[in-house]
Nanobody, 115 residues
Framework: QVRLQESGPGLVKPAQTVSLTCAVSGGPAHSYWWSWIRQSPGKGLEWVGDINYGGSTSFNPSLKSRASISRDTFKNEYTLHLSSVTPEDTALYYC?????????WGKGTLVTVSL
């Protein structure tokens, strides 16, 4: 069974970089990719970006200048880095693991950008 657990700082100040980590257990060794999705009251669900097993990344055009994703294959974790955050980045962030034609969702971690 695939399980995902997000973790993050919770509260972050404007202009800082927020790093959100997703720990994956029970996943396959090959042919998969990780994604980050966020949800806010104003925008609803919004795709942030993803990285596949080969290390190729893709990002929402509105965020690609500020977003990056890194992997730790030994720990089976991947991390979203979102720089220069503003209150508009306040959202519930979900990690998503896709493998074998199935999607596995984490429970989400709340990021609040505020002074």
């Amino acid at each position: 069974q695939v399980r995902l657990q997000e973790s993050g700082p919770g509260l972050v100040k404007p202009a800082q970089t927020v790093s959100l980590t997703c720990a994956v257990s029970g996943g396959p060794a090959h042919s998969y990719w990780w994604s980050w999705i966020r949800q806010s009251p104003g925008k609803g669900l919004e795709w942030v970006g993803d990285i596949n097993y080969g290390g190729s990344t893709s990002f929402n055009p509105s965020l690609k200048s500020r977003a990056s994703i890194s992997r730790d294959t030994f720990k089976n974790e991947y991390t979203l880095h979102l720089s220069s955050v503003t209150p508009e980045d306040t959202a519930l962030y979900y990690c998503l693991f896709t493998a074998g034609g199935m999607d596995y969702w984490g429970k989400g971690t709340l990021v609040t950008v505020s002074l």
